[in-house]
């Protein structure tokens, strides 16, 4: 069985018509512009839950930041029946409800949004209303919510936010955001849309200062300082974003692993927050050599296999999303002469964020 579909590689925003075809060996997918390539069933990922009248949006392991974009329902739902992973919620009624606001937008207007989308994600993802920001926030972090519980305890709550505070004080470019811990399987940080940012339990257990912790949640205020996040949502799914915000959200994406597929930064992206993080951290008087030990830290448990157990077997670990390169470490440097560092928390606010999930 085949179909035509779209293939985004990752690296350029703009999308390519490609042809995709079941076959014994996996999805097999190929274009003018697509080179020949065959993506495993069990290695897809559904960043979308497949629905009528809603494209189909795969990522596959082998190919992080890439993704197919299916039309054809019939194909979609053959592609299900082999890959039974890849089925997710689904619901008719607010499939309607979408193709009513479909069929009442104009046509020229849609077109218009297309190229936008296409062409303009991250100056789009700037003039986003913060309500829009906001109501897409709560839709992603509700899938978060499925997956583990939000850890939160009045003392480890005012820990984060003035350590937030210090490395953002008199930066009024800086969007109003809110740090939150969330007790999950994996090892990561993330920033959402409308100024949320997660650190994961694993994350605070792995780091053995404060001042990693300050590195990493440097970093992801730099992914909110330059609207990475919502960037990268208008790139997964384009016009049926803004679609599924107007018609009051759901399902904006299928599970965790299909927000991990959709979190997956851009080289640039990474380069970004990391340097955002180390002016913060400047400012702060926080040493970045902190976020620099926590990187080599992962990049090693990384090149050992990530098999070590514990802490670092999970899949879905800060290497996926933020890949963490020698480039990366290298370009953090310590503070300059002259600054004398401040630890990033006292012994008894370090002990307060440490006991936040218990
Ligand atoms: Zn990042």
Known sequence: MRTDARFFDGEIARDHMAVAEITAQGLQIEGLDVAQRIWSLSGLTAVTPPQPGYPFRLSHESEPGARLVITQEAFARELVARAPHLAGGFNPRRAGRIAAIVAASALATAGVLYVLLSYAPQTLAFVLPDSWRDSLGNQVEATLANDGKLCATSAGNDTLRRLAARMTEGNPEIPSFEVKIYDLKILNAFALPGGRIVMTRKLIDAARTPDE????????????????????????????????????????????????????????????????????????????????????????????????????????????????????????????????????????DWQSLRKICD
């Not at 050599?289 to 090693?300: A, D, S």
């Not at 990384?302 to 800060?318: C, P, Q, R, V």
């Open 213 to 348: 912790v300050a590195g990493v949640l440097a970093h992801e205020i730099g992914h909110v300082y330059h609207r990475h996040s919502e960037a990268q949502l208008i790139r997964a799914m384009g016009i049926e974003l803004l679609l599924r915000i107007a018609s009051g959200g759901g399902d904006t994406v299928s599970s965790l692993a299909g927000l991990l597929a959709i979190l997956q930064y851009s080289r640039d992206a990474e380069r970004e927050a990391d340097s955002f993080a180390q002016t913060a951290l400047v400012h702060a008087a926080i040493d970045p050599m902190g976020f620099k030990r926590f990187f080599e830290e992962l990049k090693k448990l990384e090149g050992s296999g990530g098999s070590g157990g514990g802490l670092f077997d999970a899949m879905g670990d800060m290497m996926s999303t933020h890949p963490v390169t020698d480039e990366r470490i290298e370009a953090i440097k310590p503070l300059p002469e002259g600054v004398a560092a401040r630890p990033a928390l006292s012994d008894t």
